[in-house]
């Protein structure tokens, strides 16, 4: 099995930056492929908003390209999202999630995919 943990959010005014964190462990972390971040503001949905492949092929959703860039480490096994110009939109609960290699990614935004979640980190942004 495979277990995520985030780190890395806070408060922070608009246009600052944050870098979140994902450390991932267990028996199976060598054969995890991708790899992405959603968040969760209250009252709204799940959204992906970055996903990047063991090889580093990366995705964004519209609303953070440009300003968002996702990361890892394989070595360290560690999952990264640099937050630029941040805005109070972006206020939500970010999660980490990862799937196994030899799943077919079709569509790596997409929750249903991912089968190993963190507890999650609040990011907040004050205007």
């Known amino acids: 099995q495979v277990q995520v943990v985030e780190s890395g959010g806070g408060s922070v005014q608009a246009g600052g930056s944050l870098r979140l964190s994902c450390a991932a462990s267990g028996g199976y972390t060598s054969s995890i492929g991708y790899m992405a971040w959603f968040r969760q503001a209250p009252g709204k949905e799940y959204e992906g908003v970055a996903a990047?492949?063991?090889?580093?092929?990366?995705h964004y959703a519209d609303f953070v390209k440009g300003r968002f860039a996702v990361s890892r480490d394989n070595a360290k096994n560690t999952l990264y999202l640099q937050m630029n110009s941040l805005k109070p939109e972006d206020t939500a609960m970010y999660y980490c999630a990862a799937v196994l290699l030899g799943h077919n990614v079709l569509q790596p935004l997409s929750p249903p995919i991912y089968n190993f979640w963190g507890q999650g980190t609040q990011v907040t942004v004050s205007s």
């Open positions: 990047i492949a063991k090889d580093g092929r990366t």
